[in-house]
């Protein structure tokens, strides 16, 4: 059987980024680089990378350096050039009109809400959803490796990843059911539970395929964990009615919303780098002593 190709990913970035306050002051979270290039360019390569064609951006107040980076600087780049410099880095950075749209989420009532706030660009169709600051590092890529399991089972995906269960309350976990390679049956899902009520230690980690349908349910959905609009809430009365999966992705997984997880981030992505792991790996050597 084939399925519609997942075509368009949502980027909801709205949030307020309050944990990483100063610094998100004036800076959108997703701005944050991990060694040299922003959380938000590394969510939008793997979307290119699970070819996806159409980049949709929730956007909010304070916001518009994601849009600057995804435009062409032509001072920038008329300047590198004449003065002879590549500016091949900057490539991947431009989206042309037909390859995104912003629509601005006026206030941040929640990722669910964020999300429908796309409806109209993501219309009849599934799509993909990134967070951001969920930084995914592996080869293929965590939606590349999704979108392969998609196109065998259709329906909804989300990617887990297993974590201590005391860790679990701050996430949201799934109830699972039968396991078949990287593939799990989602038979529930729950946001924030508390330590003892929790189905699994099964985490959503940020990345998602989802049927159309989803819009209908969070236009309905009421105010969840943290008075939010919860996603998971609306994905959870899915679940019944339509193939509801998760994906194990083989990578790993920072958390760059947090201040630890973004410093992880950034020690392992400059550690796999060539240009530049033996002298991190040298100058973390001689930190810890
Ligand atoms: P988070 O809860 O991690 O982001 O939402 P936050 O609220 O910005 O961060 P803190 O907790 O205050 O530090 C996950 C993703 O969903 C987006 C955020 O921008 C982030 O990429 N989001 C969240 C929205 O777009 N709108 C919302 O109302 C909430």
Redesign the pocket.
Known sequence: MTHKPIRKAVF?????????LPATKAIP??MLPVVDRPLIQYAVDEAREAEIEQMIF?TGRGKSAIEDHFDIAYELERTMTDRGKDISVLEPTRLGPGNCAYVR?QE????G??IWCARDIVGDEPFAIF???EFMHGSPGCMAQMVAEYEKTGGNLLSVLEVPREQVSSYGVIDPGAAQGKLTEVKGLVEKPKVEAAPSNLIISGRYILQPEVMRVLEHQGKGAGG?IQLTDAMAQMIGKQPFHAVTFDGARYDC?SKTGYIEANLAVALSRPDMADEVRAIAQRLVG
């Open positions: 909801p970035v709205a949030g307020l980024g309050t944990r990483f979270k997703e929730v989420q941040p009532m929640g990722l809400h964020a967070l951001p600051d939010e919303g």
